[in-house]
């Protein structure tokens, strides 16, 4: 497709459960970001990777949260150990490249922890 | 702290009249500055960015201000459709060395027909 996409869409997890939620950037976007955007609230930044290479990881808000973008293309968002607080959605964008400023935004993974 | 703020409460306009989003920010010193636009349930959608060295940038009926000494953003929709009901967002990036967009919480905009 010409976006980017995210799956699942919806996601119900128990609390202490494992997620993994993914994202398919933009064919040959180099650069790949995920936020976090809670109710009534603008994104807020996770983690920013270019091609493989994770290069700011300043916003996951704790060692539950890890991402991987292995071949500089697809990305997964994995939430170990889930809680109630990391109820959100997160959000990936894609751009084409280090330099260039816009983000395409995925259409989000709503996750809710019960 | 640093922090940026719109208006949190929506602004309700008549159709074909001009609306006018604020985005203020404190503590920052912004690169530049970009606006988009998010529907339910939807990702952001870009729609125009501003340098630091720029006063104003326009697109078809969307115009962008940019005042560094005032720390202000203003945002306006010019002879506003009910199609352009929506939630905008203002978002900063820092220098350029970092690429991470901060965003401000978004102002809810409803064109009544």
């Known amino acids: 497709g010409a976006g980017v996409s995210q799956s699942p869409r919806y996601k119900v997890a128990k609390r202490g459960q494992d997620v993994a939620l993914r994202c398919d950037p933009i064919?040959?976007?180099?650069?790949l970001f995920w936020y976090q955007q809670a109710l009534g609230q603008g994104p807020e930044f996770l983690t920013y990777f270019q091609n493989e290479a994770q290069l700011d990881k300043s916003g996951l808000p704790s060692d539950r949260f890890f991402a991987e973008r292995p071949e500089g293309s697809v990305s997964t968002l994995k939430i170990q150990r889930t809680q109630q607080e990391d109820s959100a959605v997160y959000l990936c964008?894609?751009?084409?490249?280090?330099?260039?400023?816009?983000?395409?935004f995925g259409p989000g993974t709503r996750l809710t922890v019960l | 702290s640093q922090k940026i703020e719109q208006n949190s409460e929506a602004l309700n306009i008549q159709e074909g009249k001009t609306a006018t989003l604020t985005c203020n920010y404190t503590?920052?010193?912004?690169?530049?500055l970009q606006w988009y636009r998010q529907d339910p349930g939807r990702g952001p959608v870009f729609l125009l960015l501003?340098?630091?060295?720029?006063k104003e940038k326009r697109k078809e009926r969307l115009k962008v201000t940019f005042d560094t000494t005032l720390k202000q953003s203003l945002f306006h929709i010019t002879a506003s459709q009910p199609a352009d009901s929506a939630t905008y967002l203002c978002a900063l990036r820092m220098d350029t060395g970092r690429r991470a967009l901060t965003f401000g919480s978004g102002t809810r905009l409803q064109v009544q027909p």
């Open positions: 501003i340098r630091e060295n720029e």
């Open positions: 503590n920052y010193s912004p690169a530049y």
């Open positions: 064919s040959g976007h180099v650069s």
């Open positions: 964008a894609s751009s084409r490249d280090s330099t260039y400023n816009e983000q395409f």
